[in-house]
């Protein structure tokens, strides 16, 4: 990402992310993490700047296009961007290769539906009685589990997780945590904004900080704590804090 505006919340925000990477995102509330998210993977414009995947210029214009690209998104808000809760699990699953389902006269391959939402419950333990459990009747660590497994059916290269152990419990949390380390080992690269200090410092290999829509410092996982991370989640305007 180079020198990315939107609006009037992100402003001249560079960055890389490394095939095989956990590329953890720090900031307070309002320091313009999710807004990064959310333009580069299309859902909100971009006044200026430039994406780059594997040296090429990506035109991300919206989300599709990130699709396209191999770019996944998982939304911190996972009931409202990130399911159809009136839908099924299979469904649900489905909804990032339905093209890859469908027969040229447009008729939908239920039973290739079947056979990979099947293995990704089993891949993720997502815990339901069957794939035809709808969405919303799933526990919030399972709904998660699901908008994990559309994006693993797509198999995208590049994954945003946005607030990813949200209001799921300690379980499932743990669960999380090892699906992003074997992402990660299998070459996915992987983005991850957190609120939570403990789980920017437990999974990241570079932690990236910002503060009012602007990248204030990057620290390698040997020199993140949580004292470096909070001094420059503090640096209004580019500046130290008083003390």
């Known amino acids: 990402m180079k020198n990315l505006n939107s609006g009037r919340e992100i402003r001249d925000v560079s960055f890389n992310l490394k095939k095989g990477e956990i590329l953890g995102f720090a900031g307070l509330v309002g320091a313009g993490r999710t807004e990064?998210?959310?333009a580069i993977f299309g859902a909100d414009p971009i006044d200026s700047g430039e994406i780059y995947i594997m040296g090429k210029v990506a035109n991300i214009k919206q989300p599709s296009d990130a699709v396209k690209n191999d770019l996944g998104?998982?939304?911190e808000d996972r009931k409202r961007y990130g399911l159809c809760l009136g839908l099924d699990i299979k469904n649900n699953v489905?909804?990032?290769i339905v093209e890859d389902l469908t027969?040229?006269?447009g008729w939908i391959k239920d039973n290739l539906i079947a056979d990979i939402s099947g293995n990704i419950v089993n891949q993720l333990s997502i815990r339901t009685p069957s794939l035809e459990q709808t969405a919303k009747n799933l526990s919030g660590g399972n709904q998660q589990k699901v908008v994990v497994g559309k994006w693993?059916?797509?198999d995208a290269d590049i994954l945003i997780f946005d607030?990813?152990?949200r209001g799921?419990?300690?379980g499932a949390k743990q669960e999380?945590?090892?699906l992003l380390n074997e992402l990660a080992q299998k070459g996915k690269s992987i983005i991850m904004i957190s609120s939570e200090l403990p789980e920017i410092l437990r999974m990241s290999h570079r932690v990236v900080v910002m503060c009012e829509g602007r990248i204030t410092g990057e620290l390698d996982y040997t020199e993140a704590t949580q004292e470096s991370i909070m001094q420059l989640a503090t640096m209004r305007n580019g500046k130290k804090p008083l003390q």
Do not use: G, N, Q
């Open 152 to 154: 693993l059916a797509k």
């Open 36 to 38: 990064v998210a959310r």
């Open 163 to 165: 607030e990813p152990t």
């Open 103 to 105: 027969t040229s006269i």
């Open 94 to 96: 489905a909804m990032t």
């Open 168 to 170: 799921i419990d300690v």
């Open 176 to 178: 999380i945590y090892t």
């Open 73 to 75: 998104y998982l939304s």
